[in-house]
């Protein structure tokens, strides 16, 4: 089966610097997805970032990006110039690329503090 | 934008009580899915419905069941809620399946407590 370790449950970043959300998932699957999201206190989740696993190529998404090392297994969500805003729980999510119900198998979670 | 609404921020039941969560999009998504999260336990999957009147356990259905009877709604059902299913209740939504990269959204979450 598989499963997603987020092994920092909390974290802390200055503002305005960068900080490294880590993310490793085991798998025996070549074709999957994978997915942050991002929970700030008001509760909502939402999504971050997303990479397949058939890209090469790192998923950027303005200050957010990932390094995505999928011989390591290894998913990890890169944060800079952190804002106040960004202070959240934020989770790692694996889904299987042949799933026909979008099932996600989610990581349990990294807090990150933001100091102004 | 995708709206997932759940219909209690807040609840709080008592042991032994049938309890009803709803939850609502407006989007025509095919997939809903209820997890329940846990601090230092991430989301876990209760029960996934991809069709009307279709639902498929999670990874921790005991003490739960479902009901989908309309496309949007997607209800759990506690049928006999007990103190260990204080918890955070997180309900979403995704586009079928063969969009594999669609998201899931997420409602607001139900915060239920069982004394």
């Known amino acids: 089966a598989q499963t997603v370790t987020q092994s920092q449950p909390e974290m802390s970043v200055q503002e305005a610097e960068t900080v490294t959300l880590s993310c490793t998932y085991d798998?025996?699957?070549?074709?999957?997805?994978l997915f942050w999201y991002k929970q700030p206190p008001s509760r909502q989740m939402i999504l971050v970032i997303r990479?397949?696993?058939?890209?090469?190529q790192n998923a950027t998404e303005n200050r957010f990006s990932v390094n995505f090392q999928k011989a390591a297994k290894s998913f990890s969500l890169k944060i800079s110039d952190s804002q106040l805003g960004d202070a959240a729980m934020y989770f790692c999510?694996?889904?299987?690329?042949?799933?026909?119900?979008?099932?996600?198998?989610f990581g349990q979670g990294t807090t990150l503090q933001v100091k102004p | 934008d995708v709206k997932v609404t759940q219909s209690s921020r807040y609840l709080v039941k008592r042991t032994g009580e049938k309890v009803f969560l709803e939850c609502v999009q407006d989007m025509d998504h095919e997939n809903m899915f209820w997890y329940r999260q846990d601090p230092g336990l991430g989301l876990r999957l209760i029960y996934f419905s991809y069709d009307v009147k279709m639902k498929e356990k999670g990874d921790i259905p005991e003490g739960y069941s479902v009901s989908r009877e309309k496309k949007e709604r997607f209800s759990l059902i506690l049928e006999s809620a007990s103190t260990n299913q204080t918890s955070m209740y997180l309900c979403?939504?995704?586009?079928?399946?063969?969009?594999?990269?669609?998201?899931?959204?997420f409602g607001d979450g139900t915060r239920l407590s069982i004394l």
């Open positions: 798998t025996s699957e070549s074709d999957y997805y």
């Open positions: 990479q397949e696993a058939y890209k090469q």
């Open positions: 979403a939504s995704s586009l079928l399946a063969a969009r594999r990269n669609q998201p899931q959204h």
């Open positions: 999510a694996y889904r299987h690329g042949s799933s026909n119900t979008g099932k996600l198998i």
